[in-house]
């Protein structure tokens, strides 16, 4: 497992130099020739990308590839990548299926192009170039993939290597003058590559595509309107404050659209090459309205990218109603979002109005089921749960518990054994009663006589095992605090009055660099450990790399947003 990590960590931050344009502040001042260039190429890749696409993903800046090389290298591990390699070969001695095995070889094919890489000037020489442009979209729902090239020459006899390698075979075709290679020779729906005009073209279309639709798929018929005259793609990225270094977005009205009533000749070439059915949504048409006015689609994008901190962004739009749904769940936990420590994770959910939501939804649907038979699914999934989350130990806990906050100042080995000090905040709009809940799965704790603003107080039970780190609690008017190997009471009230995230978050974690660093050696310490010594070296090189990753789920005002943070040493 850890082979296919390491090799799909190192061509994954490749493909984040190639596939996101990124700036930055500090970037070499470039001429207004250098500047305009990314601008006109900008233009080149979205002008093939319909208006009316149901999907896309594209790029409209780039940084300058002495940086996007560096950032290449500060962030991949350095390991024995031949070996990973070898583990792979051998691997691919089992594999039976002749697709996964094709994707296995093709895999280990392209590792080895990057196993001599060490310079810029190495990528250039595969025809690669580090902050390429971009642009993934459908023509209809059939996908195309567009990539910048630094060299069509050098890519080409990179492509023959790799192929050769993997022992694929493509065969050439040509039309409109364009010629391309058919990667796949069996099934109705082929994969075809085409090298035009300094980029990489890949598709997947019908065995028969007419030449009318290859001309679209290899651009040499542009659509009528592109998100570039339309803007689109300016305007998601403002909408959302997206930089321009990458962002997409998934229409399901469209999507949904295109799959009922095909209006796209590739959608209509794909359906028919695959046999499959149209999807008869006649009678569905105002269930499929009802579900895409309240989720019209789905959006990602990056808020932020340059040489020491990324953020990427991946929103499911909603309607206003249910924005204002979700933030009223949401619940203030002290010190949720924050980043002390060496690792947290926490979760601000108001039970009581989480289950009151669900009922009123489950209800909604009741009253007015979803009609046709595609969708009789949905009827009876809002029922079970609104069964399950409406259950004894949720009734009862619900109402005293709004969120928590699980965070590790220290992990350590003692006597053979993994141990560490950190701090749980349980968060509740009645303490009191959450301490008397809790006193019914441990009794010692509702007989330490906390009181808010109290001083902490040892929790001693048997429950707890005999070389557990000392136990500590502390209440406020909001919270319980419970120490693991902290007894000072300042440092457990400062935890419970810690600040409150403005984020409207749902879920939060964090994890730095200094957690790799004490896992690694908690498991070189574990006798007989399943991790080999490679394994823990790569963890040791993660600490280096990372200073800290931040995770979130939050309310945003366009709907849910699911987020990646990354910050380097």
């Known amino acids: 497992m850890k082979a296919k990590l390491s090799i799909a960590i190192s061509l994954a931050l490749f493909s984040a130099g190639v596939l996101s ?45 002495q940086d996007a090389f560096a ?30 095995h094709s994707l296995m070889s093709l895999l280990i094919a392209m590792g080895e192009e990057f196993v001599d890489v060490e310079t810029l000037d190495d990528i250039h020489a595969l025809g690669f170039k580090m902050s390429s442009q971009v642009a993934l979209y459908g023509l209809g729902i059939l996908p195309v993939l567009r990539m910048e090239l630094q060299d069509e020459d050098a890519f080409r006899e990179t492509l023959q290597r790799i192929l050769t390698n993997a022992d694929i075979n493509p065969s050439t075709a040509t039309t409109d003058g364009k010629e391309y290679s058919v990667l796949t020779q069996d099934g109705p729906i082929k994969a075809i590559m085409a090298i035009i005009d300094k980029q990489l073209l890949i ?31 300016v305007e998601l990225e403002q909408r959302h404050g997206f930089t321009p270094y990458g962002a ?73 109603a249910i924005v204002s749904d979700l933030r009223a769940m949401t619940a203030q936990v002290p010190g949720l979002g924050s980043t002390d420590g060496m690792a947290s994770f926490g979760l601000g959910l108001n039970l009581p109005v989480l289950m ?28 079970e749960i609104n069964m399950a989350i409406n259950n004894p130990v949720a009734m009862m806990i619900g109402p005293s518990l709004s969120g928590f906050r699980a965070r590790f100042n220290s992990l350590t080995m ?70 693991v190997g902290i007894s ?41 450990s399943d991790m080999s010594e490679s394994d823990i070296d790569l963890l040791r090189q993660y600490s280096d790399i990372y200073k800290n990753m931040e995770y979130w789920f939050r309310v945003d005002d366009a709907g849910v947003e699911m987020s990646f943070s990354l910050e380097l040493k």
Request: some cysteine; charged content about 25%.
């Open 71 to 100: 950032l290449y290298q500060r962030m991949q591990p350095k390991g024995n990548l031949e070996a990973d390699l070898d583990e792979l070969r051998d691997m691919l001695h089992e594999i039976d299926d002749d697709v996964l």
């Open 414 to 483: 003692k006597d053979g054994e993994p141990t560490g000090t950190g701090l749980l905040t349980l968060a509740s709009q009645n303490p009191l009663a959450l301490l008397s809940t809790a006193s019914a799965f441990a009794p010692d704790l509702g007989a330490l006589g906390l009181e808010p603003g109290g001083e902490a107080k040892r929790i001693e039970s048997m429950m707890l095992p005999p070389d557990s780190p000392e136990l500590y609690a502390a209440m406020s008017e909001s919270a319980i605090s419970l120490g």
């Open 203 to 233: 598709s997947m279309v019908p065995e028969n595509a007419s030449d009318d639709l290859l001309s679209k798929v290899l651009g040499n018929t542009l659509p009528d309107s592109n998100i570039g005259d339309t803007g689109a793609l």
């Open 488 to 528: 000072d009471s300042e440092a457990l009230q400062a935890e419970l009055q810690a600040p409150v995230s403005e984020r409207n978050l749902l879920l939060h974690g964090h994890l730095t660099g200094e957690f790799y660093h004490s896992l690694a050696d908690i498991v070189e310490q574990i006798p007989e």
């Open 356 to 383: 009151q939501t669900v009922q009123k939804y489950a209800q909604e649907v009741r009253q007015n089921p979803f009609s046709c038979d595609e969708f009789q699914e949905l009827n009876s999934t809002w029922n």
């Open 21 to 65: 344009g990124c700036g930055d502040d500090n970037a070499p001042i470039e001429t207004d020739a250098q500047q305009e260039a990314p601008k006109n190429l900008s233009a080149i890749m979205l002008k093939y990308i319909p208006a009316d696409s149901p999907y896309f993903v594209a790029t409209r800046e780039a940084m300058s590839e």
């Open 248 to 320: 997409g977005q998934i229409h399901f009205s469209r999507l949904l659209s295109e799959l009922s009533t095909p209006t796209h000749s590739g959608t209509q070439a794909l359906l028919d090459a695959a046999d499959a059915e149209r999807l008869d949504l006649s009678t569905c048409q105002a269930d499929i309205d009802r579900i895409t006015s309240r989720f019209p689609s789905l959006v990602m994008g990056m808020r932020e990218y340059n040489l020491d901190h990324m953020e990427m962004n991946l929103i499911l739009e909603t309607d206003e």
